[in-house]
């Protein structure tokens, strides 16, 4: 936020970086500058995303945050950042949070806080052996005092004990921690259900060309847990909560099972049709078939079937079978309305790849983004595949309603 008395210059650098269309409508600059101070309340929130929503107030159209190129700024009005090490030596300094990782060979942020001598830093652990986990612990920086937040991290065939920069974070990978603690102990029960799921050896064929098939065995192993055990309930922290949970492990998977039993065969029927459909299509309808292959290999990664929530994840067969129906009216003739669904449903998925980006490179963890995600799945069945029907009431307010709620 800088000192006070530099954000109406601030603003007013930052009204005068905007394409000239959206600069007419905030003029003069000094004059709208003051209603934005008015408006935002120091200190609240990001600076950037608070200029932008009073902005686009103003302006009555959308402005992003992102749309002030810092480059066009005077490097006086952005934050001087600077990185020490615990001797107080500079590692780096700038005015960007990417000046500062280019300087110190820093892509990303894993959101892991390094702490050897803390016993919240332990791999290789395949039981619940550490007492009760809490929700936050201190741990001392040079001469600073930082939250860090314990959690419980996949490790393939064990799991560790990690700190790590948030809550939402820390949440996030204990869910994923903790369904592999609850496989490693009901493996024996996960591998049975799995060897009697109907339909599993065609799905390993149907699928293999965007997962591999002992993938897609792990993959479902850990979803069964996951289902199971883990989503739609409170963290564990302790290990006598962990044995209640237990406790019921063998009802709750063979619950889980039955879902993916039903589910398994539409998702992988659909992902086949859809292929074959995308062999006839590519040449007539490059673009289009090039989005629907987009749509369909994010839908089918790994990765989606491993972590996604199955409050979404039972939709995806839906979801492969509105990209059917879309290639369908494409072959005949439906061209032209297509072009214009594709052009409305593209910007918001580039907005979206945009926040990810953005998320990934800062180490944020919002569910309100991946929210976002689905409900644009959801957006492609109303636009293409409307008699498919749609999950919750979706339109373009709603999409932008949730993107202001990414931005605050």
Aim: glycine share 6%.
């Amino acid at each position: 936020w800088l000192i006070p008395g530099l954000l109406k210059e601030r603003i007013i650098a930052m009204i005068r970086s905007l394409p000239k269309p959206l600069r007419r409508r905030l003029v003069p600059a000094p004059d709208m500058a003051d209603r934005v101070l008015e408006e935002i309340p120091f200190g609240e929130g990001l600076f950037v995303e608070a200029v932008a929503r009073a902005l686009s107030r103003i302006a009555g159209e959308p402005i992003r945050p992102d749309a002030f190129p810092t480059e066009a700024i005077d490097r006086h009005l952005l934050v001087n950042l600077i990185v020490q090490n615990d001797a107080g030596q500079t590692l780096a300094q700038g005015r960007s949070l990417r000046e500062i990782r280019q300087a110190i060979g820093s892509t990303g942020d894993s959101g892991i806080l390094v702490d050897d001598a803390s016993p919240w830093n332990q791999s290789g652990l395949t039981d619940w052996t550490w007492g009760d986990l809490p929700e936050q612990v201190k741990v001392t920086r040079g001469q600073t005092r930082l939250a860090a937040y314990p959690a419980i991290v996949d490790e393939g065939e064990s799991v560790a004990l990690r700190l790590v920069d948030s809550p939402q974070r820390a949440r996030r990978l204990s869910e994923g921690g903790t369904a592999r603690l609850m496989l490693l102990r009901h493996r024996k029960h996960v591998r049975s259900h799995l060897q009697w799921l109907p339909g599993l050896d065609q799905a390993k064929v149907q699928l293999a060309r965007w997962i591999k098939p002992d993938q897609l065995v792990d993959a479902l192993a850990r979803r069964l847990v996951l289902q199971g055990l883990v989503e739609g309930q409170p963290p564990l922290r302790s290990a006598d909560d962990y044995a209640v949970r237990n406790q019921r492990a063998v009802e709750r998977i063979s619950v889980a099972a039955q879902d993916l039993a039903a589910w398994l065969p539409k998702l992988s029927d659909a992902a086949q049709k859809v292929a074959l459909k995308l062999e006839q299509t590519s040449s007539r309808f490059p673009e289009a078939s090039a989005d629907v292959r987009r749509q369909v290999n994010a839908l089918l990664q790994r990765e989606t079937l491993d972590t996604t929530p199955w409050r979404w994840l039972q939709h995806v067969p839906r979801f492969l079978q509105g990209a059917l129906v879309r290639l369908d009216k494409l072959s005949s003739g439906n061209g032209a309305q297509d072009r214009m669904a594709w052009q409305t449903v593209d910007r918001y998925r580039k907005i979206y790849e945009e926040f990810r980006e953005q998320h990934d490179g800062q180490g944020l963890d919002d569910p309100e983004l991946e929210t976002l995600r689905w409900m644009i799945e959801e957006f492609r069945v109303s636009k293409f595949a409307q008699q498919l029907g749609t999950s919750l009431t979706i339109s373009e307010k709603r999409l932008d309603k949730q993107i202001e709620a990414i931005a605050k």
